[in-house]
T-cell receptor, first 114, second 114 residues
Framework: NAGVMQNPRHLVRRRGQEARLRCSPM?????VYWYRQLPEEGLKFMVY????????ESGMPKERFSAEFPKEGPSILRIQQVVRGDSAAYFC????????????FGQGTRLTVV | AQKITQTQPGMFVQEKEAVTLDCTYD???????LFWYKQPSSGEMIFLIY??????QNATEGRYSLNFQKARKSANLVISASQLGDSAMYFC???????????FGQGTILTVHP
């Protein structure tokens, strides 16, 4: 049973480009969470999705950021028109139920905006 | 709203000694979960230990144990017999009642000296 898979591991984008981060949850997990870790900080919740539904996006910036978790395929975190302040590590976690006792994290995608 | 506080930005310990990493939390949820994660320099988030608020006993996982004091709202991580490989950033996190969203503390950098 493969763990949570995130790709790419490292992503470099120029200012103004789009960044697409992918997360494949563990097999059988239908709950996905995205977190952002700025340098020297802890992880901050961004969005919680179940298949085809956004349940809580209270941590998402109001503009340029969007997330989806389609019926088929990975969850996608999309950042449009990236700026230098978007440079961070983005982590995805998945769980089999809403109230899990162990959140499994992917290895993260490190986004660098140049 | 939930809040997690880790008051120790950095800790040092001698190899083979025990070390305690502090974590306090603040929540109004009637039930909740507390997690500890390790983040080595490679960046991945490694789950260490989980404590449910209604668990009668303190959680233990190998060399890791959680000193859970509910009345004080503290959930300190105790690492026994420290190893050089324990050098990493450690995060405390809380999960509320409704679903698996985690709120993280600022982290503590642990350095194990030979």
């Amino acid at each position: 049973n493969a763990g949570v898979m995130q790709n790419p591991r490292h992503l470099v984008r120029r200012r103004g480009q789009e960044a697409r981060l992918r997360c494949s949850p563990m097999k059988g997990h239908s709950h996905v969470y995205w977190y952002r870790q700025l340098p020297e900080e802890g992880l901050k919740f961004m969005v919680y999705l179940q298949k085809e539904n956004i349940i809580d996006e209270s941590g998402m910036p109001k503009e340029r950021f969007s997330a989806e978790f389609p019926k088929e395929g990975p969850s996608i975190l999309r950042i449009q028109q990236v700026v230098r302040g978007d440079s961070a590590a983005y982590f995805c976690a998945s769980s089999p139920t809403a109230a899990n006792t162990e959140a499994f994290f992917g290895q993260g995608t490190r986004l660098t905006v140049v | 709203a939930q809040k997690i506080t880790q008051t120790q930005p950095g800790m040092f310990v001698q190899e083979k000694e025990a070390v305690t990493l502090d974590c306090t939390y603040d929540t109004s949820d009637p039930s909740y979960g507390l997690f500890w994660y390790k983040q080595p320099s490679s960046g991945e988030m490694i789950f260490l230990i989980y404590q449910g608020s209604y668990d009668q006993q303190n959680a233990t996982e190998g060399r890791y144990s959680l000193n859970f004091q509910k009345a004080r709202k503290s959930a300190n991580l105790v690492i026994s017999a420290s190893q050089l490989g324990d050098s990493a950033m450690y995060f405390c996190a809380q999960q509320g009642t409704s679903y698996g969203k985690l709120t993280f503390g600022q982290g503590t950098i642990l350095t194990v000296h030979p």
